[in-house]
């Protein structure tokens, strides 16, 4: 296999509700695609920085400019996906960037050989249970009127974001009206170690887990923290390769991760942290970031590895998107299928693709 070429493609997805977190509202994605064209097939990455350096330092038009600048240009010579980490290397963070060339490349290799993510990766399960995130709302009233509607769709999960100020009053809430429904919460970096107090009146709620309480260079405030609460710490933003998942389990700073693909430089990436905590006893999921069709086919597949024991936030897609840029995933019984296709097991709606396109950029290798 051969690249030929690289094609960068910006498209504008608006969401069907504004999603607010600790670090902001989005309204609408500006997404960046890549595709992989070699001389065997052509294969698909989605990249899942956000339009600002707010969840993480990586943006969208800094994706696109490292890509264009070094990235690309890197891996000319590569004649497999195993090659394109390596051929990165020399060139520091940028990790989404990384993933998104890294997955349209295995993409394109496994279609040549007919093989499905879900194969690839190790997966055991044709379908996978699904969780859904819940953004911060105005109301407490707003909040059990999602969190009811999502249930009603069949989620099997439901977690709530959270900050100061934000918390405790609306994890009663949802518990007291959904009784004994799997819960958990995501602060995404909003606490402190001095919080720990407050942190743990979550601990009579009965929560799968707290996710990212604390800042994701504070791994050390993580093992403190988690000495002081009975909530089961997992991280998150903190979880950027296999070593610094095994350096925070070690650490006792968590007892669950959230693999993230695009956080951490790729699928393959991702697979050698799903087996860290499996060597280790830790439970693992998914998480997600707010994905199109393209980034939720692979994540999908991920979901469904053996050591991903909780449900994930693999949401169907109309979770975000009245119309996808590939056929929908549908919530079946709370359960996503795993796709079975080469590749990722999708392929782009090129009318839809092309309705929401607001630039494309040609890399010739």
Request: proline share 6%; hydrophobic share 45%; charged share 20%.
């Amino acid at each position: 296999m051969k690249l030929t070429g690289v094609e960068l493609r910006r498209i504008s997805m608006p969401l069907v509700a504004p999603f607010r977190t600790s670090f902001g509202t989005e309204t609408t994605r500006d997404v960046l695609l890549v595709r992989a064209a070699t001389t065997d097939a052509e294969g698909w990455g989605e990249c899942v920085a956000m339009t600002a350096p707010l969840y993480s330092s990586e943006y969208v038009d800094a994706a696109a400019d490292v890509l264009r600048r070094f990235l690309v240009p890197a891996v000319a010579s590569v004649s497999s996906a195993v090659q394109v980490a390596p051929a990165l290397a020399r060139f520091h963070g940028h990790r989404m960037a990384k993933a998104a060339l890294e997955t349209a490349v295995l993409d394109a290799e496994l279609r040549a050989s007919g093989v499905s993510f879900a194969r690839e990766l190790g997966a055991v399960r044709e379908e996978v249970p699904c969780g859904v995130s819940v953004g911060i709302m105005d109301s407490i009233d707003e909040l059990l009127d999602a969190v009811g509607g999502y249930l009603d769709e069949g989620y099997v999960r439901i977690k709530l974001k959270i900050q100061p100020g934000w918390d405790v009053e609306p994890v009663r809430a949802v518990r007291e009206r959904f009784g004994d429904v799997l819960l958990q919460v995501d602060a995404n970096t909003a606490y402190t170690v001095s919080d720990a107090r407050h942190l743990a009146r979550l601990d009579p709620f009965d929560l799968l887990l707290i996710e990212q309480p604390l800042d994701e260079e504070d791994v050390l405030g993580h093992a403190e923290l988690a000495r002081q609460i009975t909530t089961p710490v997992c991280l998150d933003e903190s979880i950027t390769s296999a070593r610094a998942a095994a350096a925070a389990i070690r650490l006792g700073a968590c007892s669950i991760i959230n693999i993230k693909p695009g956080r951490v430089g790729g699928y393959l990436e991702a697979r050698r942290i799903h087996d860290v905590c499996i060597a280790n006893g830790v439970p693992a999921w998914c998480g997600g970031m707010l994905e199109t069709g393209i980034g939720r086919a692979a994540n999908v597949a991920l979901a469904a590895l053996p050591g991903c024991t909780l449900p994930g936030d693999t949401s169907g897609s109309s979770r975000y998107y009245r119309t996808d840029i590939t056929p929908p995933f549908t919530l079946r019984s709370g359960h996503l299928p795993v796709p079975t296709g080469p590749g990722i097991g999708v392929d782009p709606i090129e009318s839809e693709l092309t309705a929401v396109t607001t630039g494309t950029e040609w890399l010739a290798l």
